[in-house]
């Protein structure tokens, strides 16, 4: 029986360059495509396939999101993530999510094979490169511990302090009270050892939670 494979990515020759890949294969299949996050999750709960192929970027819901709903859905699923983004708290996000896999748009070619391979073992997947940014955001620049990554929660409030929302709009938006948002911007704050909006502001674009 053929190995099922969902992927989910909104620019059209992107999933024909992974069907391509893929497809080569011969004891795999591509049960079904999708152009968003949502339709990603729609499909994978309807077919339950063995893997997913997810891009981080879509419309409707974000690959974070989708995997984290994949995940509870269907357990068995296997998530892997691809992205043109590389960043350590982005890398730790997604796994937090629930996926299993990560790689780079640039390295699809090279090893998207290897990844599914592995993630049909019920392996995580990881490049080089992928595992020392994991290593140096555990450690840290001076080879300590660090803090841990923002929390899915943390990461909202992030993106919507730093796109210029006040409180009250994110209160609103997220269905939380104005003190719950503040202490959310304070912790925020704490845990990356920032001191204003501005240094916050700095932290999203190079963590790619936000663009320049």
């Not at 859905?73 to 730790?92: F, G, K, N, Q, Y």
């Not at 995580?124 to 803090?147: A, C, M, N, W």
């Amino acid at each position: 029986m053929k190995a099922r494979i969902l992927i989910a990515d909104d620019h059209e020759l992107v999933r024909d360059g992974l069907r391509g890949v893929l497809v080569a294969h011969g004891d795999w299949e591509i049960c079904a495509e999708a152009v968003d996050g949502r339709e990603a999750v729609e499909r994978a709960r309807e077919l339950r396939p063995d893997v997913a192929i997810l891009d981080y970027s879509m419309p409707q819901l974000n690959g974070l999101e989708a995997t984290r709903q994949i995940c509870a859905a269907v357990p068995e699923t296997e998530v892997l993530i691809l992205t043109m983004h590389d960043s350590e708290s982005l890398v730790r996000e997604v796994l937090a999510a629930g996926a299993r896999g990560f790689i780079l748009k640039s390295d699809a070619r090279r090893v998207l094979v290897q990844a599914v391979e592995s993630l049909l073992r019920h392996r995580p997947f990881f490049t080089e490169h992928v595992s020392e940014l994991l290593l140096q955001g555990y450690l840290g620049p001076d080879g300590i511990k660090g803090r841990g990554p923002l929390t899915p929660r943390e990461r909202q409030i992030v993106q919507l302090v730093t796109e210029g929302r006040s409180s009250k709009e994110i209160a609103r938006l997220l269905n939380l009270s104005v003190k719950t948002v503040e202490t959310h911007r304070a912790n925020v704050l704490h845990k990356l050892g920032l001191e204003s909006v501005t240094d916050l502001v700095r932290y999203a674009v190079r963590n790619k939670i936000i663009e320049a």
